[in-house]
Structure formats: C-alpha cells, structure tokens
C-alpha cells in the first residue's frame, strides 16, 4: 500500500505570495491533519480534515486554510507569505475508526517551504 | 490543556547503552501517548502507542515505553542502542474525545556514539 505523499517536496516562494500545498493520504484514510515543523517552535496542529470537512484547528492565522476533496486528498493553503512561514509543513493520515484520539497518524516526508 | 514536556533536547548514548528518553505530560485525563521517531529529511513514523491497555508497551526495532499514571509520564527505553537509532524523537498526547488533534513535545534529539 502507497504511503502517504505530498507534493512539492521543496518550495521557494518570496514574501507577500501564496502557496499551496497538496497530500495525497493512504488508500482508504479519510482524515487527514497538517503540522508546521520548525526549529524553534517544534510540530504544531495546523488543522484536521474529515469528509471533507475542518474537524480542528490549531492556533493559526487565518492566512493559513486547507480543504478535502471528496477522495480524501487534501490541500493547504497559505496566502500573504511571510518570513516566519518558512517550515517543514507535515502532512498525516489516519483511518479514524477509533472514534478518539487513538487512530495512528501515518505521517508523509513533508514540503520544505522557503519563504524569502 | 494539554501539553507534553520532553527532558533533554539532546541525548548521546554510547553504541551498545541503554537508551532512555524521558517524556512527561499533562491531562486533566490519562490520555492516549504515542513516541514518534524522524530520521534526516523524512516525515514522522510511529514507533509505539498507549491506548490504555497494557501499561508497559512494546514498540517497532527494541522500543518500549511504560505509562506511569502517578508520575504522568511515558518514557521511552531502548535496552541497546544500534547507530541507526540516531534520529529526533518526539512523544505526543491525544485527548480521548479528540479526533487526531496531537500534541507534540519539542523533540530529542539521540546521538550513538561508536
């Protein structure tokens, strides 16, 4: 079974632009959650994604959105780039049959975003 | 709310030693716990998780870690450390009416000394 993948791997982006990001979960997982992994803040929840809807959030700006489409893939968004944007952003996937917290999270390689 | 505290943002260990990373965190309830391991350039891969059966629990290449409700904390052991395990671990808590919102400590970071 493919792993979960996420595309670009790198990105280069300038102040003031907007990125998406895109994650494809494994075959059969229906949530999907985004983290920003940086040196000096660590893995932080972005948000969560469930039939295609937004089941929790971080403690983000609303510069930063996602969405899912109905086969689960999911993308982020983040508009008006700025410096401190720059971060590994992680995508995970998990089947949620749990009904809890207790599902595995299968996470992908992430994008790296540059923001200059 | 919950967080996760990790002691020691770096941790070297000689080849062959006993690997001990320690993880604390705080719940109003136990939570779920889960360790995490990242090599250079990857994403996170579970190493183990406790769902609130068996405290002592046994993770993927020699891991385990033991939930310890009194001193709320889910340290995680290696009898042997091989170099391939020098990596940045992170432990995590979920809430149990949680749906994959994770916290995250701020990692470790292990280093096998040959």
């Known amino acids: 079974k493919a792993g979960v993948t996420q595309t670009p791997r790198y990105l280069i982006k300038t102040r003031g632009q907007q990125v998406t990001l895109s994650c494809s979960p494994i075959?059969?997982?229906?949530?999907v959650s985004w983290y920003q992994q940086t040196p000096g803040q660590g893995l932080q929840f972005l948000f969560e994604?469930?039939?295609?809807?937004?089941?929790n959030k971080g403690n983000f700006p609303g510069r930063f959105s996602g969405r899912q489409f109905s086969n689960s893939r999911s993308e982020m968004n983040v508009s008006t780039l700025e410096l401190g944007d720059s971060a590994l952003y992680l995508c995970a996937s998990s089947l949620r049959t749990s009904g809890g917290g207790a599902d595995t999270q299968y996470f992908g390689p992430g994008t790296r975003l540059t923001v200059l | 709310a919950q967080s996760v505290t990790q002691l020691g943002s770096h941790v070297s260990v000689s080849e062959g030693a006993l690997v001990l990373l320690r993880c604390n965190y705080s719940?109003?309830?136990?939570?779920?716990l889960f360790w995490y391991v990242q090599y250079p350039n990857q994403g996170l891969q579970l190493l183990l998780k406790y769902t609130s059966a068996a405290t002592l629990v046994k993770g993927i290449n020699g891991f385990e870690a033991e939930f310890k409700k009194s001193e709320t904390s889910f340290h995680l052991t290696k009898p042997s450390a091989h170099m391939s395990d020098a990596a940045e671990y992170f432990c995590a808590v979920s809430e149990k009416t949680s749906y994959d919102k994770v916290i995250f400590g701020p990692g470790t970071s292990l280093s096998v000394i040959p």
């Open positions: 994604y469930f039939s295609e809807t937004q089941r």
């Open positions: 075959s059969g997982h229906r949530s």
């Open positions: 719940s109003s309830v136990p939570p779920y």
